[in-house]
């Protein structure tokens, strides 16, 4: 199967009415930093905070076209939800959307406010599913497909129709992949234009059914998929979308949950865009070097922005330990009369500054005489990091870090 140029063209037409053309940003820092010329496609920015209002807009929009008015059915834990009930309820056609009962409460309250009936059910986006289709069954409605749907794959394929319009001379695509619709689609709409755009996907590495179906060249469903990045936590990738990317896609890499961690704050930090976990594995393959960028115009597709608000702050710590600004450390001593002067004056000689400092009890240490303090700080970088270890171990001090 193939997805025609003109399909994609035409999708962008249909849903140019309710989704916006987004932002292709240049991020100064990043390109400094990784010595290319780095742009940012701010799908974070996108109505309903991400791209699969594209996807769902296109194939709803064709069904109404086409006097298809059958109300619509999905299941999904996040933006498939979203994006179908915006879409649906801009075509006037009623739509219901069954979410795991885990689902987070402000996802679960969005996708109503854009006008669909919600159906909690079960605790998994499988148990969701199940009954999403018996839905179908019981009232005649259409099942609408997060990624495997041809009409769904031209309409996420409209992101690389703007970027080949926004930066014709692009030479590397950067794609988030979970199910493979959005990098199908991307990649389709680029290669057509020009197949020497090298289109490249990017999974998290415990969530790697697409990495591993692009090596052996045929679809493979993993057992688990385990990853922050919930947006591309896929264990069974579709077909339609495989075939697609065996054939338009260049490679398919995996990045580290802590570099994804590292990646949310950087483009907080850098480029204050708020994005969610799976939108920031792009930047995460950067920041891994695990492709070849320099002196290249690279274009890092941003894919959501609905990060929980409520883990924000975890995010935050574990992606400033991840970049080594920030430091948990056990320091383990053998205590007296000045050991707790001595190890705080180390921490300002070197220019550490403590967040928190907690005594606690030790467990199971070498020397029954040893202490332990829990010590939360900030420092400047990897190379500050280790001369403050450095500087403790010299001092008689074991350290145990949270990495």
């Known amino acids: 199967m193939d997805i025609a140029l003109s399909e994609i ?47 769902a807009g296109n194939k709803i929009m064709k069904m109404a076209e086409s006097g298809q008015k059958a109300p619509i059915v999905a299941s999904s834990a996040g933006n ?4 179908v009930a915006y879409s649906a309820t801009q075509c006037g ?33 499988d148990d969701a599913y199940t009954k999403a289709r018996e839905i179908c069954d019981e009232r005649g409605a259409v099942f609408l497909h997060p990624y495997d749907d041809a009409d769904v794959i031209a309409g996420q394929g409209t992101i690389g129709l703007e970027i080949m319009e926004q930066l014709p001379d692009t030479d590397i695509v ?26 490249i996907g990017v999974q998290a590495e415990g969530a790697d059914a697409i990495a591993r179906s692009f090596r052996e060249k045929k679809r493979v469903c993993t057992d688990t998929a385990c990853t922050m990045a919930d947006g591309i936590a896929v264990k069974k990738p579709g077909e339609i979308t495989c075939e697609l990317i065996n054939r338009y896609v260049d490679d398919v890499v995996t990045v580290s949950e802590s570099s994804i961690y590292a990646a949310l704050t950087f ?3 850098r480029n204050k865009l708020v994005v969610e976990a799976a939108g920031s594995v792009p930047i ?56 707790m002067q001595k190890i705080l004056r180390t921490f300002s000689d070197v220019g550490a500054n403590i967040f928190s400092l907690n005594q606690e009890p030790t467990v199971h240490p070498m020397d029954m005489n040893e202490h332990r303090i829990h010590i939360f700080c900030e420092v400047k970088d990897q190379e500050h990091e280790g001369i403050l270890i450095r500087k403790l171990e010299e001092d008689g001090c074991r350290i145990l870090t949270d990495i």
Request: with cysteine; aromatic share 6%; glycine share 8%.
């Open 9 to 55: 063209e035409a999708a962008a037409e249909r849903i140019s009415k309710f989704a916006v053309k987004t932002s292709l940003l240049r991020s100064s820092t990043f390109s400094r930093f990784f010595q290319a010329e780095v742009y940012l496609k701010c799908e974070n920015l996108q109505k309903t905070g991400s791209f699969k209002v594209r996807g």
């Open 174 to 199: 950067l794609v988030p992949a979970g199910g493979g619709g959005l990098l199908s689609g991307v990649a389709a709409a680029v290669k057509q234009i020009n197949p020497n755009v090298k289109v």
């Open 267 to 269: 483009l907080i930090e």
């Open 93 to 125: 056609i009623p739509s219901t959307i069954v979410m795991p009962a885990t689902a987070p409460l402000a996802k679960v309250e969005a996708t109503k406010g854009y006008g669909a009936e919600v159906v909690l059910h079960g605790t998994c986006y």
């Open 284 to 339: 995460a393959t950067l920041l891994e070097n695990k492709v070849d960028v320099a002196g290249k115009k690279v274009v890092c597709v941003l894919s959501g922005g609905n990060i929980d608000i409520s883990s924000i702050l975890m995010v935050l710590q574990k992606g400033m330990i991840a970049r080594h600004r920030w430091i948990m450390m056990d320091v383990l001593y053998i205590p007296s009369s000045t050991s």
């Open 80 to 83: 498939h939800a979203q994006g």
